[in-house]
């Protein structure tokens, strides 16, 4: 089992920047698929971005054509922590972002979808002013 804590959110003006930060404990991240998701108010929860590395030690990631080219997902084992750069930030990508882990650990034909994650985090608010 894994626990998850995000950080990182808050208010920033739209062409700024933030980078999320999921800290895991319990079982170490090389276990999982790691995701970000996030959720806007009286929207359904979509998928952002995902990473994870196969049996050979090779990162690999995927990331939502909305935010392609603007947020970069990446790893730290050391620190057992998920991040998730956001640049060029828009009022559209104000939400609650999540992180989560699917402890099938690769990338399935399901992996964008948020019921195939077994553990989240709490969330953490972004806004972008216009």
């Known amino acids: 089992q894994v626990q998850l804590v995000e950080s990182g959110g808050g208010l920033v003006q739209a062409g700024g920047s933030l980078r999320l930060s999921c800290a895991a404990s319990?079982?170490?991240?090389?276990?999982?698929?790691m995701g970000w998701f996030r959720q806007a108010p009286g929207k359904e929860r979509d998928f952002v971005a995902a990473?994870?590395?196969?049996?050979?030690?090779?990162?690999?990631?995927d990331i939502a054509d909305s935010v392609k080219g603007r947020f970069t997902i990446s790893r730290d084992s050391a620190k057992n922590t998920v991040y998730l750069q956001m640049n060029n930030l828009k009022p559209e990508d104000t939400a609650v972002y999540y992180c989560?882990?699917?402890?099938?650990?690769?990338?399935?034909?399901?992996?964008?979808?948020?019921?195939?994650?077994?553990?989240w985090g709490q969330g953490t608010q972004v806004t972008i002013s216009s």
């Open positions: 319990g079982r170490g991240l090389s276990n999982y698929l």
């Open positions: 989560a882990a699917d402890d099938r650990g690769w990338f399935a034909n399901t992996y964008r979808a948020p019921a195939e994650y077994d553990y």
């Open positions: 990473i994870s590395r196969n049996e050979r030690g090779a990162y690999y990631a």
